[in-house]
């Protein structure tokens, strides 16, 4: 990972990929790690869906145009990835695909604002966002993440705050309240692209008195983590170097 806390190292090797029957790639790079660092968990493998050239992507370029996407559930459904055009992507709203030379395996999009309740934040400049699904919560820069603190706050003021946990700052205790009025969240993308988060994809609880709200502030960078991804299908258009939404794609 970007961090250095989880890596591998081994053998780079090549096999025959199989990922349907008809879809069957001979002569596939892998990576077989020897020494793995960090909490892998029980995963099987890692799939790499980058732009560097030896990813997934990258190598079956051809045969599905670069083009990919997935929808991430909630935690009780089913979401799904996909490689290749899907007729889906016509009812996508899409924004330009950035490159920055610093990072050029990474996917970044133009954030030119946040809004809470359909009033902007005062975000002194855009910038570019990361998107990851492996990054948990979304990450913000300090001020941005400071101004969505104080904007999302002073809408919550009917409970009470509690201690933060996890890397956590902004939390409640919704104990004994029955309708629980969640702020909408707001990101909005180059071209008119926006991104509306339902209640349970910009909050957090592992019970009802403490409920936190699920970004986390850095100090520089903007990731748009999985967590906010939830239900909305993100479309990957490395040939029309763009990305698309569609929200609600799955559940």
Known sequence: YGDGTVH?????GRDTLTLTSSDVFGNFPFG?????VGNFGREAGLLG???NKLSLVSMTAKYYDSVFSYCLPSSSSTGFLTFGPDPGSESASFTRLLT????PTFYLVSLIGISVEGKPLNMSSSGGMILDSGTSFTLL???VYAALKSAFGSHMSAYSSVPGTHGLD???DFSGHTDILIPRVTF????GTDLDLQADAIM???SMSEVCLAFVPHEQLGILGGWQQKRTQIIYDLAGSRIGLVPGACS
């Open 8 to 12: 591998s190292s081994g053998h780079l």
């Open 32 to 36: 077989c790690g020897l020494e793995q």
């Open 49 to 51: 869906l980058g732009r």
């Open 100 to 103: 920055v030379p610093q990072v």
């Open 141 to 143: 820069p300090d001020p």
């Open 170 to 172: 902004t939390c409640y």
């Open 188 to 191: 909005h993308f180059d071209g």
């Open 204 to 206: 957090i609880g592992a």
